[in-house]
Each structure stands twice: as structure tokens, then as C-alpha cells.
């Protein structure tokens, strides 16, 4: 995302200086699959995970005239999904969050055999098994920070806790990973 850092601040001035239609869409390009990804966490309906984004974009639309105040424009629109993915929550009176898991290819770009392929894709299921079986806080946690790369401040900021507990929920989760990747080999 860092490499977005520039034109996603000229985006912000645009739209909030000449109302342009062209920078939101440019800055729902960069986030769309991104939020998708992180409101999927809360809300298991594909329809309804982008209805919450696509509600999201259009809170920062209707919002652009004070986007220039917003100091963290990346916790501030994952905020917002956060807060529209629990209010849908909430308002669905669900006894249980539903967590998809997107699978994580971390051998993508390597040249491999088929055995060290298959030995790779087994490890990567074992990890994505391990991942899934996090509690909810520490695999969204795990996600941000490991997955999308987000600073610890961010992350704490969008899960709306300290920076210790967001720490305490990684140590957690990997925790937990190591014992589980230990366990089944």
C-alpha cells in the first residue's frame, strides 16, 4: 500500500477540493479487494460483503469535504468498514461470525517440482488450517498485520484496541501456529 501513499493523498485533495468522481474511483480500485477481504472476516455473504464496502466508499464520498483532516486516511476507511460490517452484524442478530479463509500461496512465484509443490501446497493447507482455527480477535489480527501489512498502530486503530492488546493477540496466534505446525509434523 505504501507504494500508493502519494497518489492516494492526491486522490483525497481531489476529491475533497473539486468533488472528483475520478479520484474516488481511483481509490476504490486500490482498496476494493482489500476491504473485501477484511469485512469477509465479519460477514460471510459475498452480496453482502460488497454492499458493506460499496456502503463504505460512499461514506467516504459523502464525507470528502473533511477527508483533508483525516490524518490516517487507511485506518480511517477500514474504520468504517469495520463499524458497517458490525453494525450488518448486529443487525442480523447472528450467534456466530462466519471467517472465510482466503488461502495464502506463498510459493507463487517459485520454480519448483511437482513433489516440492505438493509438499508446499500441503504445508501452506496445514498453515491455512492452523490460521482458520485462530480465535476470531488473533486471526484478524494475524491477517492485518502479517497478510495486509498494516502497521500496529493501524491495525489497533481498525480493531479499536490498544496497541498491547493487538501485540498480545499476535503473540498469540503465532503462538498457537507454531504449536499447531509442530504438532502435525
Known sequence: MSDHKEDILQWICEMALTDSQTALKSLYLVYFQRLMRFTKLYVSSTADTEEIVSDTFLVIWNNRKSLLKITNFEAYIYSIARHKAISYYRSRHMEQIELNEISVDLFIHTETTPE????SKERINQLNKAIDALPAKCKMAFKLVREDKLKYKEVATILDI????????????IKKLRESLTSEQ
Not at 490498544?162 to 496466534?173: D, F, I, P, R, W
Open 116 to 119: 516440492d509443490d505438493l509438499i
Open 162 to 173: 490498544s496497541v498491547k492488546t493487538l501485540e498480545a493477540h499476535l503473540a498469540n496466534a
